[in-house]
């Protein structure tokens, strides 16, 4: 049966609003324990600045106090993809209301999504979620 329903957990990474500032959003930290892996998926809204880029980073680490910058190694798909680069002019699907993922293959408890941008803009709205995959127990209850 395929059923990834019961197979998978959702939490917020980075709450929808807007990238209120230069240093961007950190993300809540994700405890991945009893999961095999991480799919980060991220919404962008509509970016009309032509200057705005958007940077991801994924930390992870054994402890929430420690975290470091995930090798590349470590993830299925890449911080730049999973980014948002300057364009002129903002096309629908590919660089303003767009969502795209990045995945999270490592062995460290705890793993965090954030979002940095080039540009301060309010008019820069961000989500992300964190799918946890793989579970060691399955089938797992909604929520």
Same mark, same amino acid.
């Given at each position: 049966m395929n059923d990834l329903?019961? *197979?998978?957990?959702?939490?917020? $990474?980075?709450? $929808? +609003?807007? *990238?209120?500032?230069? $240093?961007?959003?950190?993300?809540?930290i994700i405890d991945r324990q009893g999961y095999g892996g991480v799919e980060f998926v991220v919404a962008y809204g509509e970016i009309t600045a032509t200057n705005c880029t958007i940077v991801v980073r994924v930390k992870e680490g054994?402890?929430?106090?420690t975290l470091t910058s995930v090798a590349d190694s470590?993830?299925?798909?890449?911080?730049?993809? $999973? +980014?948002?680069a300057a364009?002129?002019?903002?096309?629908?699907?590919?660089?303003? *209301?767009?969502?795209?993922r990045l995945g999270y293959?490592? *062995?460290k408890r705890y793993v965090q999504f954030s979002v940095v941008s080039a540009a301060v803009s309010a008019a820069v709205k961000v989500a992300a979620v964190a799918?946890?995959?793989s579970p060691g127990l399955a089938p797992q209850t909604n929520p």
């Open positions: 329903h019961s *197979n998978m957990r959702t939490k917020t $990474a980075i709450k $929808a +609003g807007a *990238n209120a500032s230069a $240093a961007g959003q950190a993300g809540k054994t402890v929430t106090t470590d993830l299925i798909g890449t911080e730049v993809l $999973a +980014g948002v364009a002129t002019p903002r096309a629908s699907g590919t660089t303003k *209301n767009v969502t795209k293959k490592g *062995n799918i946890l995959h």
